[in-house]
T-cell receptor
Framework: GQQLNQSPQSMFIQEGEDVSMNCTSS?????WLWYKQDPGEGPVLLIA?????ELTSNGRLTAQFGITRKDSFLNISASIPSDVGIYFC??????????????FGKGTKLSVKP | DGGITQSPKYLFRKEGQNVTLSCEQN?????MYWYRQDPGQGLRLIYY???????QKGDIAEGYSVSREKKESFPLTVTSAQKNPTAFYLC?????????FGPGTRLTVL
């Protein structure tokens, strides 16, 4: 079945640094969603992308829908301590699954550099 | 305030007991979902429901049961048949493309 691969699996940030992560698949997605999960909480939807090539911002976050429709990127500028958490990408399967169902990547964990 | 509520936040049960986790939404969404998350792991789909009185098994339905008698509510029962029930459980509801999550329930079986 379709899978989403997130990279990197984990990373350490220092306050003020820019952060980049990506999500790739061997098959095409028509929608890309990015979620953030704080420890002990449910994921929160950050950005939704619906069109190939689309670039969308939400504050210091910017996400792009790859032109091939097989990848998406999330950038965080000037990171702050509250950016730590797990970032998930997700998209609806294109093999005729039920409306609203999503495939999730395994997440990129952001931690603060010791 | 529209949203999804899950209760309780923390739940402790003895081994062999069934336990029901609550999920309520007032977003008027037709579809609702239950996921399980283990430490350091992603989200695994347990059950989902696209409409009242109908639900489908997800990837890891064994040892779980659900009901969908009302549009707003989708309770999950963790039965004694579930071999490793200690986990973080997340409920979600969705529009056509976007899922929205509740705050989760952490279940610990002693």
């Amino acid at each position: 079945g379709q899978q989403l691969n997130q990279s990197p699996q984990s990373m350490f940030i220092q306050e003020g640094e820019d952060v980049s992560m990506n999500c790739t698949s061997s098959s095409i997605f028509n929608t890309w969603l990015w979620y953030k999960q704080d420890p002990g909480e449910g994921p929160v939807l950050l950005i939704a992308l619906y069109k190939a090539g689309e670039l969308t911002s939400n504050g210091r976050l910017t996400a792009q829908f790859g032109i091939t429709r097989k990848d998406s990127f999330l950038n965080i500028s000037a990171s702050i301590p509250s950016d730590v958490g797990i970032y998930f990408c997700a998209g609806p399967p294109n093999y005729g699954g039920s409306q609203g169902n999503l495939i999730f990547g395994k997440g990129t964990k952001l931690s603060v550099k010791p | 305030d529209g949203g999804i509520t899950q209760s309780p936040k923390y739940l402790f049960r003895k081994e062999g007991q069934n336990v029901t986790l609550s999920c309520e939404q007032n977003l008027n969404h037709d579809a609702m979902y239950w996921y399980r998350q283990d430490p350091g792991q992603g989200l695994r789909l347990i059950y989902y429901s696209q409409i009242v009185n109908d639900f489908q098994k997800g990837d890891i339905a064994e040892g779980y049961s659900v009901s969908r008698e009302k549009k707003e509510s989708f309770p999950l029962t963790v039965t004694s048949a579930q071999k490793n029930p200690t986990a973080f459980y997340l409920c979600a509801s969705s529009t056509i493309y976007e899922q929205f999550f509740g705050p989760g329930t952490r279940l610990t079986v002693l």
